[in-house]
């Protein structure tokens, strides 16, 4: 076996920032609430934010960046032919005890097994319990991972099926959370297990504390992380659906740092004096998804009709407003792999009214489109955006009936293929291309609850993201990808619409943020200068 060491940059990472102070509450103001607090229940980024103050993972991406780096695991061996990882777990790290389980129980190996073995294993206590495990899912991990075995009480082996180019970088990813076994059969045992997906207890560096639904999660730091205490003494996340409320209280100091701004407002943002605005280049895209279960929209040249009807140029420039590009493929420009050498769909009306001819839609047809009820960084205004594609739609023919729903009935409704036509997006997690176009776009990600909200299910593309999948050679998995990019936009499930720069506007005394690549919002570098 190849033996990896990983050495902690966590300490480096806090030289950075000189003289970083303890105390005070931060609070951080978002546009939606968590559909879950359990991370393998979770495929939204709302819901991680909650998870990842509470939970750790094996290993984990670098503050910053997508290079993996040591979390619960201090090491980790990869046998020669890629089917067998060994990790070594730290010693000494707890799970946090809190107001409903007041036990400082150590994290082992077992924990570890009874994480990961939950997603997969049909005979394990929690398997069925609220739901399945849809990252787990999407992934494909159940053709990958064959067993999760514990060797002693600090090592755990995992078994793989076959190669699997990014499993390192998916055990960094919030699905792969470690759990605290104990916890979970106490509530077992008290016919309670559905709470864990509200009650977590993690080895992370905060708490949680309480839970209003809609309203706001609060947590405290806790003090004996494995990671170092956090400086913050509390971290409260509050849900503020209107972009522009959140940044009236920014400017009120009701909260310290906010999501999601509206573009039209970030210049007034970024003329307070008391305001710095941080950007940093997105890895996401967002979309619309034509759901190929409805008649019309199996037809690849009403697809394409659709990609020449919309201006997109035009969607970027009113909505995006300078913080997006026109986005032509289904992976961002700042990934591995991506190439612009693939079909491109000008915007054309003429054009767009001959393919619905073409398809037998000479008088175009209606159809209903679900708009994303939250501010997104992939989607500031998912409202307007929908109502300019309706009124391009309409130039062809396409009557578009627009609605929405709350965030939580949106998911979960996307997910059952219940949609004609969605308006999604997707921040990569893990830094790897497979995190794009497998997770999202997949014969596998087709099936129910989907991930691939087109259900597309194209087998030369299926066959290539596949196969990338088991490549271990980067370049070869790079032409892999390309060739796949292209097939996916001759059939065009999607109209891709934009990539878009991540923007967090926070007051100037707020110190040691980082915007994550990855889309995770983490708190426990963060200090408040006094």
């Known amino acids: 076996m190849k033996k990896m060491f990983l050495l902690s940059s966590l300490v480096a990472f806090n030289m950075l920032y000189a003289n970083p102070v303890d105390g005070g509450v931060l609070v951080f103001g978002r546009s939606g609430d968590s559909s879950t607090l359990d991370p393998s229940k979770a495929t939204d980024g709302e819901s991680f934010y909650g ?42 790290v707890y799970f946090a005890p809190t107001k409903y389980f007041n036990e400082k129980v150590e994290m082992t190996a077992d924990d570890v097994v009874f994480s990961l073995k939950r997603q997969f294993d049909e005979k394990h206590p929690y398997n069925k319990i609220n739901g399945p495990h849809d990252y787990w899912s999407a992934m494909d991990m159940d053709n990958i991972v064959k067993d999760v075995e514990k060797i002693d ?19 960094a990813m919030d699905f792969a959370s470690i759990l605290c076994e104990k916890y979970a059969n106490e ?36 003090k004996e992380y494995w990671g170092g205490k956090p400086h913050l003494d509390r971290l409260i996340i509050r849900v503020i659906p209107n972009p522009s409320v959140r940044a009236a209280e920014l400017k009120a100091g009701q909260i310290q740092v906010m999501d999601f701004p509206n573009p039209a407002e970030l ?69 591995w792999s991506y190439t612009n050498d693939i079909a491109k769909y000008d915007y054309d009306p003429k054009k767009a009214k001959e393919l619905l001819v073409q398809a037998g839609y ?139 720069v991540n923007v967090v506007p926070m007051l100037k005394k707020i110190q040691g943020f980082e915007i994550d690549p990855v889309g995770k919002r983490r708190f426990h570098t963060v200090w408040i200068e006094k």
């Open 51 to 92: 998870t990842t103050q509470v939970y750790d993972t094996l290993v984990q991406f670098k503050l910053g960046s997508t290079e993996i780096e040591p979390a619960l695991a201090k090491s980790y061996e990869i046998s020669e032919d890629g089917l067998t990882y060994i990790f070594h777990l730290r010693e000494g």
């Open 153 to 171: 009480k600090y090592t755990v082996k995992v078994t793989l099926k076959k190669r699997e180019a990014p499993f390192l970088a998916n055990m």
């Open 187 to 222: 509530l077992l045992a008290k016919n309670k297990a559905q709470d864990i997906t509200r009650l977590p207890v993690g080895t992370g560096p905060f708490v949680l504390v309480d839970w209003k639904k809609d309203d706001k999660m609060i947590f405290n730091a806790n």
């Open 267 to 335: 210049k007034d943002l970024e003329k307070n004096p008391n305001i710095k605005v941080m950007k940093k280049e997105g890895m996401n895209v967002g979309y619309m998804a034509m759901n190929q279960k409805r008649a019309e929209f199996k037809n690849p040249l009403v697809r394409q009709a659709i990609n020449h009807a919309i201006n997109k140029k035009a969607i970027v420039d009113a909505i995006y407003e300078g913080l997006g590009s026109v986005a032509d493929s289904p992976i961002p420009p700042s990934m």
């Open 362 to 500: 000479p008088n175009g047809f209606k159809t209903n489109m679900w708009v994303l009820p939250v501010s997104r960084p992939y989607m500031p205004d998912g409202k307007r955006v929908a109502e300019v594609v309706q009124a391009d739609l309409a130039k062809i023919g396409i009557e578009a009936k627009i609605a929405t729903y709350d965030y939580t009935t949106y998911l979960e409704k996307s997910k059952n293929l219940e949609h004609d036509i969605m308006f999604s997006g997707w921040t990569g997690d893990n830094g790897d291309p497979d995190n794009f176009l497998y997770a999202l776009l997949s014969k596998a990600a087709a099936k129910l609850p989907a991930n691939n909200y087109s259900a597309w299910e194209n087998d030369e593309f299926n066959n290539l993201v596949t196969k990338a999948k088991e490549t271990p050679n980067q370049e070869e998995r790079v032409k892999l990808y390309e060739e796949a990019q292209k097939i996916f936009a001759k059939d065009a499930p999607w109209v891709t619409i934009a990539n878009a």
